[in-house]
């Protein structure tokens, strides 16, 4: 019995001891995670002051430093995700930007910070589709948030879906109508849509909100400068020189048109010519005037156009005929095509005339467009081949040209082009080629200098009968205000004709 109890007393001992030892053990673990917690805490509030500090002096590559060490100990600490998010995409590192707020996403995907933010980075990235998502869950989280509204937009219309940006830009209004960022960017709407009075009102409503916005005022002086009148006065000297004769002109060219509405342009201009001829038997001094006149109904990127035209000094009609031109884009894919026909009356010095249709397609794609014209048409009974046979002329002709641009100041553009011209009949009169097909190759640079400019053109082709052709340009202006002056010279040369010319023009806003 004694033997027993001294066996339960020693098992009893060994317990207690065991006990003891492992609650010691744990209490100085405990006591060494506490303190490697309450160090690495106290750690990552010192990175993040001295990151805090570093922002207040602007030293960007320390507070990001310092903000990334806070990371390190603890990847999903919310402030340091913020932080290095916005540093990198204030760093134009948009990829590392959307990764850090894909972090916070990931924890919340309610957090609007991270869902904005994921947008901005991916409209930078040009991942327009997915940056409107973003910001749709962002607006569901917190819908009175206006700068939301502005940012999904601002995705839209970079989309191109201009009547969904409207549509965010007045329900943003719905909240609060007192920013004239949303008034300004349904105008900006208006104006891409063609529609610069309805456009003008909502410019004047943003400008009475925030009149120091440069921005804003220089987009309405865009606004203000397609509905004013522009009128235009232009001077041109010009020598020609054909095998039989040489022609001296002088041309003064008045024009003015005029935005009356959304809808409705009116455009009026006017020729002056005094020409002399020497060197074949007949006239030699010719007064010509030509006036035109061209209504033109505007709808969005569509426009259809009339236009008539009249000579007192030949008591004629001269022009007459319509236009329709339209504008399309998908994406960076943009295409312009203008359509004409109509009467002519094209060589008023041999009074030569003449029915005609036209068609030009440009197709734009970034930096590379291609441009395509055609026209057919038939010269009314006139002299051909001799001046004894009288009957009608019919022709065709088009062209292509493939153009690439480079840089952005200077401009530089690039052309290969292949024309084709062919008449039924050769005349006496007017330019008839028979079956000529020219190739060739041309550079414009185009510079411009805080109010200056300077513009340039050299082309160099050969036709399918070997002959070689030329010609050049140059002109310079200058924009004052609302007023514009430029002076150029122009040349062209080939085997059989030659034409050379100074002109200045002068163009004035009101």
Request: charged share 25%.
């Amino acid at each position: 019995m004694k033997h027993r109890c001294f066996s339960f007393n020693i098992f009893y001992l060994v317990s207690l001891l065991t006990v003891f030892f492992f609650d010691t053990a744990s209490a100085q673990q405990k006591k060494h995670t506490d303190k490697k917690v309450n160090t690495e805490v106290t750690q990552k509030e010192k990175f993040r002051k001295l990151g805090y500090d570093a922002n207040l002096l602007g030293e960007q590559e320390i507070v990001l430093k310092n903000y990334e060490k806070v990371l390190q100990l603890d990847s999903i600490d919310y402030d340091a995700l913020l932080a290095t998010a916005r540093l990198h995409y204030k760093s134009h590192d948009y990829k590392k930007a959307f990764q850090q707020y894909n972090k916070i996403y990931k924890s919340d995907p309610s957090d609007v910070e991270a869902l904005n933010g994921m947008g901005e980075c991916d409209m930078r990235l040009k991942k327009i589709p997915d940056a409107i998502i973003y910001f749709q869950r962002a607006l569901v989280v917190l819908p009175n948030y206006i700068p939301l509204h502005f940012n999904l937009a601002k995705a839209y219309m970079e989309q191109g879906e201009l009547n969904l940006a409207k549509h965010v830009y007045e329900n943003s209004m719905k909240y609060d109508n007192t920013y004239a960022e949303a008034w300004a960017g349904i105008g900006k709407i208006l104006f891409w849509k063609n529609k610069p009075k309805h456009a003008r009102v909502y410019y004047e409503k943003a400008i009475s909100l925030d009149p120091s916005d440069e921005k804003i005022k220089a987009e309405y002086k865009l606004v203000q400068d397609e509905l004013a009148l522009q009128v235009s006065l232009g001077i041109l000297s010009i020598e020609e020189e054909e095998e039989v004769y040489q022609l001296k002109t002088f041309l003064f060219r008045l024009g003015a048109t005029k935005r009356l509405t959304d809808y409705f342009r009116l455009s009026v201009n006017s020729l002056l010519d005094r020409s002399k001829r020497n060197g074949t038997i007949g006239d030699t001094l010719r007064h010509f005037d030509n006036t035109i006149i061209t209504p033109a109904i505007v709808l969005g990127n569509h426009q259809l156009a009339a236009f008539i035209g009249a000579s007192s000094s030949d008591a004629r009609v001269t022009a007459y005929g319509a236009a329709l031109t339209s504008n399309f884009a998908i994406s960076i894919l943009k295409i312009k095509t203008i359509f004409t026909g109509g009467y002519d009356y094209f060589y008023y010095w041999k009074k030569v005339d003449q029915n005609y249709f036209s068609n030009f397609t440009r197709i734009s794609l970034l930096k590379l467009s291609l441009d395509l014209s055609f026209k057919k048409g038939v010269v009314r009974k006139n002299y051909i081949w001799d001046y004894k046979t009288i009957a009608v002329n019919p022709f065709v002709s088009y062209n292509i040209g493939l153009n690439y641009t480079l840089f952005i100041n200077p401009k530089i553009t690039f052309t290969v082009n292949h024309s084709y011209v062919n008449y039924e009949a050769h005349s006496l009169l007017y330019y008839s080629p028979y079956q000529r097909s020219i190739n060739g190759i041309s550079i414009s640079p185009y510079f411009t200098y805080r109010k200056f400019y300077l513009y340039g053109s050299y082309s160099y082709r050969m036709d399918n009968y070997s002959n070689k052709i030329w010609n050049g340009e140059a002109e310079i202006g200058y924009n004052l205000n609302k007023i514009t002056f430029s002076a150029g010279w122009r040349h062209y040369n080939d085997p059989y004709y030659k034409n050379s010319g100074l002109y200045v023009l002068i163009k004035k806003l009101f």
